[in-house]
RNA sequence: GGCGCCGUGGCCGAGCGGUUAGGCAGGGGCCUGCAAAGCCCCGUACUCCGGUUCGAAUCCGGACGGCGCCUCCA
């Protein structure tokens, strides 16, 4: 059985099948970088990157590109406003839009191309349109004819006449069309803008419209046609629409054979927005205190497809439950390091662990086969903690030999798509060697003032560790501890 | 105005005609110098009003409420 995808184009759930076999090729709309990304955009790249995990688990190599769009009207306009270079206003929100990509322990795509890198590429693409009929030029702008693509707006599923006089003619540029639906693919005359972005081109100086980057890269680096087409709903009408009409005008073939598009975030409940202040950056996030693996996890634990409704408390809730589940690792760890455990008395039937985590295995790849069907994915592994915790338990022995491998590698599966208990393990213990030698310290005082049943002591060291940001657990074996927060103490 | 999605137990969140999704919070128990942590057990909910059906959270109609798209917002 392949994966299934909801694909837009269809309205359809359809079996993944790539054009060339075991081989996913994917283009995922990136940003634009006038302005730090915020949680929302996060939702669709932690989501991209869960596909992108996800058919890497089902055994399929993945090509997956995505651009940083660098130019266009209000990186421009930013730069015009604050007097300084398009570069120098892009790259430093570029940089931390890679920064928290790492904080949510996204994976690196195979190609993060810069549309400002690629305007040549644009220009041959634009040509092409030219060549085929598709465009007409009017003051120095290159505008792609709608009414000479009878394809246009499928995607978007348009109602041609309505859409037609849905048009809106308000701007400066729109009287100029021959269609209020046209679209821009190289914007030139006198603009005002020219002292920030201008390139030459065979329709003088000017620069590239916006979905033109989106079209020239994927064909540079995944060719005329590829598998899959990402991005937030917003982008199937206009960028989407446009762009599969531009590419599919200049090739003929399709641009992509699967589309799908992660719904919006909501924030306490309603739309995220600026005025309402109920719009947050990974870094504002982090300030609070939350964990990137709680967000990451937050962000994952809804359908795709669904209005996911973020909030804070909503934050406390994903760190507890993914606590639940590295407790869970942990568990199987200290078994592990525990006794070597060669299969005691217990004879006979079959190792019940071993057997749930088949299952568990089998259910996770199922959910997350449908549709990344992510919150039945999640309900699988935790079914399986649960069921497994209460077989360690009733255990006389302890497990034997090879379920508590099965087991680990149960959430190993999980991680590997999902990508949470590896980010919050790095959260979560300082590699500090002085942080760690300090705890330990502390420990060893306070163990001697317990064996000299001293517990005032004791108890008042485990104090001074706390508000330190550890926490102490006794256990049959000894001491522990862990931090209890993600700004760890210095 | 046009097109579309959604309304589930205290909160989040699956579900797509009949069997307990899952998580968090809350209650009980086990363990424990104390504490914490952990583990186990416990929840019969589906906005409202009609209808279809032997049977509906799930299908149809209506009302109310939330959200989105209708040219540069992931």
């Known amino acids: 059985m392949a994966p299934r995808f909801y694909n837009t184009l269809t309205g359809r759930i359809e079996p993944f099948e790539p054009l060339e076999p075991g081989h996913a090729r994917i283009y995922s709309c990136g940003p634009t970088v006038y302005d730090r990304a915020h949680v929302g955009n996060f939702r669709t790249f932690v989501w991209e990157d869960l596909l992108r995990r996800f058919l890497k688990f089902r055994g399929y190599r993945v090509t997956q590109v995505m651009n940083v769009t660098d130019v266009d009207d209000r990186t421009i306009r930013a730069a015009i406003e604050s007097g300084m270079t398009l570069e120098e206003v892009t790259r430093p929100v570029e940089a931390q839009f890679f920064e928290d990509w790492k904080t949510l322990g996204l994976e690196p795509m195979e190609h993060h191309p810069r549309a400002t890198e690629h305007v040549d590429t644009m220009i041959a693409l634009v040509r092409r349109l030219e060549e085929r009929g598709l465009t007409y030029e009017r003051d120095g702008s290159v505008y792609f004819a709608i009414s000479r693509s009878p394809e246009y707006g499928r995607l978007a599923r348009l109602d041609p006449e309505g859409a037609r ?15 209020p639906r046209d679209f821009v693919l190289w914007k030139g005359g006198e603009r005002g803008e020219e002292s920030v972005a201008v390139w030459d081109s065979p329709w003088g100086l000017g620069r590239p419209g916006w979905h033109l980057e989106c079209s020239a890269m994927s064909m540079e680096y ?34 992509a054979r699967y589309w799908l598009h992660a719904e919006h975030l909501l924030v306490d409940g309603g739309k995220m927005s600026k005025s309402l202040g109920n719009y947050y950056t990974i870094p504002d996030l982090l300030d609070r205190g939350y964990r990137p693996s709680a ?38 760890l200290d078994q592990v390091a525990g006794e070597p455990s060669p299969s005691p008395g217990v004879e006979g039937g079959s190792h019940p662990i071993a057997i749930l985590a088949d299952q568990a295995r089998a259910a996770f790849r199922d959910a997350m086969d449908e549709d990344l069907s992510a919150s039945d994915a ?82 008042a060291i485990r104090r001074e560790v706390e508000e330190r940001g550890f926490r102490l657990e006794d256990t049959p074996d000894g001491t522990r501890w862990k931090a209890t927060t993600s700004g760890l103490p210095t």
């Open 165 to 179: 006089a849905a048009g809106r003619v308000e701007g400066d540029e729109e009287y100029s069309k021959e269609d």
């Open 378 to 459: 999640l309900a699988a592994i935790f079914t399986f903690v649960r069921e497994a915790n209460r077989e360690l338990d009733a255990a006389p022995g302890g497990p034997r030999a090879g379920e508590v491998e099965a087991a680990l590698a149960v959430l190993q599966d999980f991680d590997a798509v999902f990508g949470v208990l590896s980010l919050r393990e790095t959260e979560v213990s300082p590699d500090d060697p002085a942080v760690r030698a300090w705890v330990e310290g502390r420990i060893a005082a306070r163990d001697e003032a317990r064996a000299a049943r001293d517990y005032e002591r004791a108890d």
């Open 222 to 255: 995944l060719g005329e046609s590829f598998d899959i087409h990402t991005g937030g709903v917003d982008n199937i009408f206009p960028h989407h629409t446009n762009e599969m009409a531009q590419s599919e005008g200049a090739t003929g073939r399709p641009l």
């Open 295 to 332: 967000i990451r996890y937050l962000l994952l634990s809804a359908h795709y497809r669904t209005q996911l409704n973020f909030t804070l408390p909503g934050l406390n809730t994903a760190e507890r439950a993914l606590e639940r589940l590295a407790e869970f690792g942990r568990r199987l």
